[in-house]
């Protein structure tokens, strides 16, 4: 299986974690993605609306598993534009 590195491009084809169809937010939790300063890796955070708290799940080693992640999450594929 090729690996697909994580690219700023990459992400911004991704439909927003947590983005309701109306465009407003989930007011209960949204995930994001972003570049962790020590290791310069890409990583998946759960945003929590309700105590305001920001959790770090898991370093994303590629693209793939980042697709796994969500499927395991939300069950449904990685939406994307």
Not at 13 to 18: A, D, I, P, S, Y
Not at 48 to 61: A, Y
């Amino acid at each position: 299986m090729e690996s697909t590195p994580i690219t700023e491009e990459l992400l911004k084809t991704l439909v927003e974690f947590g983005k309701e169809e109306d465009g407003s937010f989930c007011d209960r939790w949204q995930f994001t993605i972003a570049k962790r300063r020590l290791t310069g890796k890409y990583a998946l955070y759960f945003f929590c609306e309700v105590d305001g708290q920001t959790w770090f799940i898991k370093d994303l080693k590629d693209f793939e598993d980042l697709q796994n992640v969500y499927k395991a999450i939300t069950n449904e594929d990685l939406p994307l534009k």
